[in-house]
């Protein structure tokens, strides 16, 4: 979205000296998906909020184009490192790079690779598992395998990051919730992190049913979060495909008609999880498509307003510091 369409909501900072860490955002190089590379995300992180550090997230950015198959992903860790090691805010302090976590032949190969690229940022992998019947539908449309989740290779590979210490980011749309609660308990040793709510979808044959998938998301949400060994990612619901529309209407929500519009599925889960095992993100710059960056980290901040200092704290910064063993 244009910035000019964005400018049209401009609104003061709401708590300013709240510490974030913003752990889930994406960059590509010039020509890539997206017209968001360093220079923009930092504009971005210092508009207003006090964000100290993020995460990056794999987008399937920077590929190697040619060499051994599985080693290609690597080339998004190389890109990524190397911005964030010349950008002088030093605002990127994390990567959560892809593999293929069914390649057992090549899992600690890879990792041992991203590991050494990554310059000390690497902190886990997400292959998602992201799937829906008519993915042409969708904007924002994932290609993973049919049951994915409950291949035995695939559960092997997340079970081995956690052996190695590192994390299992997911992605996947709310009817593969359950899928991934299955996933969750067969795997309990390794720190899974839930994407963007389970990707509630709002768009073509799910448009007329929002009521009733939110009725059996709060019982998905609620079985996910019986699992110890995941955490919640609060955000990431402006994309188009979770059908709010805001990416074609005249001018961006504001953060109270954000608010309004999502603040239920922010309180089930913090209900649900804790804030202790809640980290508000803003997936920028698919979010992005919708509202600015400071209206979206202003509407987080009203949702958390009748929360304490210290379970603010956690949600905006602490249970992200702690999950990707972020310096304080």
Known sequence: MTQEWLDQVVEDVIDPDQRIIDPHHHLWPVGGVLPYGIAELVADVRSGHRVDQTV???CGAA???DGPKHLRSTGETAFVAGVAGADPSKVIRGIVAHVDLTDAEHLDE????HIAIGNGLVRGIR????????PRSLMIAGDAPEGLYTDPAFRAGVAHLGARGLTYDTWHYHHQNRDFAALARAVPDTMMVLDHFGTPLGVAAYADHREEIFEQWLLDIAEIARCDNVVAKI????MPDNGFGWHTAPRPPTSAEFVAAQVRYYVHTIECFG???CMFESNFPMDRMSLSYRVLWNAFKLIAAPFSPSER???FHDTAARVYRLDA
């Open 56 to 58: 990056f997230m794999e």
């Open 63 to 65: 590929y190697l184009a």
């Open 110 to 113: 890879v990792l041992d690779a």
């Open 127 to 134: 292959h998602g598992g992201a799937r829906d019947p008519d």
């Open 235 to 238: 955000g990431g619901m402006a």
């Open 275 to 277: 804030p202790e095992r």
């Open 313 to 315: 704290d956690a949600m």
